[in-house]
Structure formats: C-alpha cells, structure tokens
C-alpha cells in the first residue's frame, strides 16, 4: 500500500480506524492494518477524518472584491447588487482568474474539496463566465467546482438573458440558476421558474435558484420552485438559496410548504453568514434573524445544506473560506444546541452537500477516492466549538495542504503556560488567529 493512516477517529464510528490507501483510493479501513505492508504511514493520535468539506453555494467571480470600485454603505442586498454591477460591467478576464484562484488556494487550505459557484451571465461578454471555466479546469486536480449560470439582474427583467443563459450552457457551465425574487412581479419570479425548469429539463441538469432571498413573509417562490420541479419530474435534482423569506412566513402556511419540497426531493441551501448579515435591514427592533427554518426541514426529511456564498464583495466583508464558521453560526442562529444537532449541522458541510450536489464516491469507504481532511479534533461538537486547523488535506491519496497544530502561549506574571485547546475541552478559548499556510 502507497500510504496507511493509522489512529482516525471516524464521526459517528466508534473507536480509532486505519486507513490503507493505493493508486489514490480507499483499500481498506480496519482496526488494524500492518505497518509493514505500507510504504509510508500517518499517524493521526485520534484526530478527526473527514472526507472533505462542500460549499454548496458562492460566488467565485466576484470573490475578493471588496472596495472594488466602493464599500457597500447600507448592507442591503440590493446596494450589493449595484456595486457589482458597476464592477462587472469593466471587469477583465484575467483579474477575475486572479481572484477566483487566490480564493481557491485559501478555500483548498481550510479542507474544502468543492464549490459550487454561481457565475453572473448578464453580460454580453461572458467574461465572468469564461474566466471560472478556466479556474474550474486549472483546479480540478485539487478542488471540484460546479457552476450554475446565474441571471443576477433577472432572467425575464432584462431582454436577452435567455439568450446568454443558453450560451453560458453550452460553454459548458453545468447548472441552471435563477432570481425568481429579483423579476419585476410575483407572477414574472413564477415564470422565470417555470421557463428555467424547462430549459434544466430538455438539457438534463441540475437547477439551483437563489430564492426568496428576503423578509417577505408573502413571498412564494420555493412553492412554484417545487411544483415545477415535481410537474416535470426533476426529484432530487433542484435546490433552492436562502428561503430566507421563510423566516418570516406564517406557520401554518410553511406546514403545508414543507410537504411540498419534501414531495419534489428540494434540496434547501442556507448561507447563514451572508443571511444574518444581509436580512433585516428595514427592521427596527426586534430584527429578525433571517435564517430559513433549518431544524424543521430536517425533521421532514429535506436535504440541507450550507454555503458560504461570499468572502470579502460587495455583500459580504469578513470570511476565510472556512465552513466550520459557517456551519458555527447554522448551529447559533438556528439553536441547534443539542448533541445530534452539532452531527447534523456537520453533515451540512459534508455528507449532505454531497448529496445536493449529486457527488458520488464521496464518503470514506472502500473503493472510494481518498480524500480525506484531518482536523485537531475529536468529534462534531469540537469542530464546531474550536474550528480547528486542517492538519492535513489529502487528495486522492496525496497532502495537498497542512496547517500546524493549534495552541496558544499564555503568560501570566512569571508563569509561562502552552494551551492546546484540543486537550482542554471546556476551559480553553481561541485567542489566536489562524495564518493560511499559502499565501
Ligand atoms: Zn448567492
């Protein structure tokens, strides 16, 4: 065997695991494996294997932009909008690559193992779109990234968006978008579904529409979003953004809702970070969260996952490419307190993005790609609690990325301490901020 990690901790397996590894795949995971049969081993002490982290939605072409060509004043959605409208409208090829790929070695660093990005096709040009065809291809060895062809300033408000949607897809982009809310009605948003549906239908792909993005307690897009889905047989293939609007719907409406998007196999994608930041903003007090209603989705048997969405844009000023804060702030917001609920809120960044993104081969298993992502660690609750460092992140069988172990000096007077917060569970409280391995 190429490489054996011995001493894994598996979530929700007990006891420690040995990985063996060949021609970059899984060949067998036991109790047991002897040293000599490997030509090199890792030992892990316990630390946590995930396969790796998904970000089930961002935005890849305007990443990195922040101040670009000015800061976003009223933190509203829409002031977003227009900033990268004025932006888009000059932007080159080459900066956009620059960008997108300094991004991806950060997201790479921090276990990340595929995007799926959004890519704004309401230019002629196309720029933004041929720029993340080249970053797809130039990362594939090391990040898998999805693209959806997303009519930012309307599929039906702007003429010839049908046009450049279509071409988008024939360049090769893989997944249907939409902003139902963005159309100048409801009825226009509905259509939109339905004509985006079609088009995802006759070419065979997925559809990922940002949808509801609001605190409108009336707005139902995700209903038509789900009847068309069910209407032309696309179970399983169709997620919907945000719903942050559901936050605000009323309750019974939303049980009834809720059996709708479970019968058409919806897959919903909270971006919790871009979410607590961007909704709310008429609001006095008390504000709402605008948070979609994850546990209770959960508990009807939909699919959720979560994205990041943006890292330093027009929208959003702070991230790191790490879904650990991302997931941290699902498990706050949405008060996901009990000890499942940490096992869930990460499979949202793991096992289940999977599944919105239809990535097979993906668990640690036999005969599976080995991909793993090694964090300082011992289960859910302290990834979350601690967002450790990636110790290791291994691609089909190689490191691609490693981070030192985390932990912290403290001097009190003359006494010098050494904190590893792995070690002190309960006691101990991050004082140091993480440094990128690369730059
Ligand atoms: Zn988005």
Not at 89 to 94: G, H, L, N, W
Not at 154 to 159: C, D, F, N, T
Not at 372 to 385: C, G, K, N, T, Y
Not at 429 to 437: E, I, L, M, N, Q
Request: glycine share 6%.
């Amino acid at each position: 065997m190429e490489l054996i990690i011995q001493n894994a901790t598996l979530l929700n397996q007990p006891g420690l695991h040995h990985i063996g590894v060949e021609h970059g795949r899984i060949v067998t995971i036991d109790t047991e494996i002897p040293v000599s049969a490997a030509a090199r081993t890792l030992d892990l002490a316990g630390n946590c294997v995930v396969p790796y982290f998904i970000d089930s939605h961002f935005h890849l072409d305007s990443v990195l932009s922040l101040g670009n060509p000015r800061f976003n004043q009223s933190g509203t959605l829409f002031e977003g909008i227009e900033i990268w409208g004025e932006l888009k409208a000059e932007i080159s090829r080459e900066e956009i690559v620059q960008r997108a790929t300094q991004y991806c070695k950060w997201a790479i660093a921090q276990g990340i193992g595929a995007i799926r990005s959004h890519v704004d096709v309401s230019e002629k040009t196309l720029t933004t779109v041929e720029a993340l065809l080249e970053v797809r291809e130039a990362m594939k060895e090391f990040l898998t990234i999805q693209l959806v062809a997303f009519p930012q300033d309307g599929y039906l408000r702007v003429p010839g968006q049908d046009r450049l949607l279509a071409r988008a897809l024939d360049m090769g982009v893989d997944v249907v978008g939409g902003i139902p809310h963005g159309e100048r009605t409801m009825a226009d948003g509905a259509e939109s579904i339905r004509q985006l549906c079609e088009i995802a239908a006759a070419r065979g792909l997925r559809v990922d529409m940002h949808c509801d993005e609001s605190d409108d307690p009336l707005s139902r897009h995700i209903e038509a979003l789900a009847y068309h889905t069910q209407r032309l047989g696309l179970h399983g293939r169709v997620s919907a953004s945000h719903l942050t609007s559901m936050h605000s719907m009323d309750h019974y409406y939303v049980s009834k809702l809720l059996t709708l998007m479970a019968e058409a196999r919806i897959h919903a994608i909270s971006n919790p970070l871009i979410n607590i930041t961007l909704q709310g903003r008429h609001d006095t007090y008390p504000k709402r969260r605008g948070i979609t209603r994850i546990p209770e989705m959960l508990e009807k048997g939909i699919n959720v996952s979560l994205g990041h969405d943006c890292v330093m844009d027009p929208w959003y000023a702070m991230g790191r490419a790490d879904m650990l804060e991302v997931a941290s702030m699902a498990w706050h917001l949405c008060q996901m307190t009990r000890p499942s609920q940490s096992e869930d809120v990460i499979e949202m960044i793991t096992s289940r993005a999977a599944a919105t993104l239809g990535i097979e081969d993906y668990q640690t298993e036999v005969g599976n790609p080995a991909n793993f992502v090694v964090l300082q660690a011992q289960s859910a609750h302290d990834m979350l609690r601690l967002k450790p460092n990636r110790l290791y992140v291994i691609r089909n069988g190689k490191i691609i990325a490693q981070s030192a172990p985390q932990y912290s000096t403290v001097t009190l007077g003359d006494q010098v301490t050494e904190i590893d917060f792995n070690k002190e569970k309960g006691f101990a409280t991050p004082s140091k901020a993480t440094v990128f391995p690369i730059s």
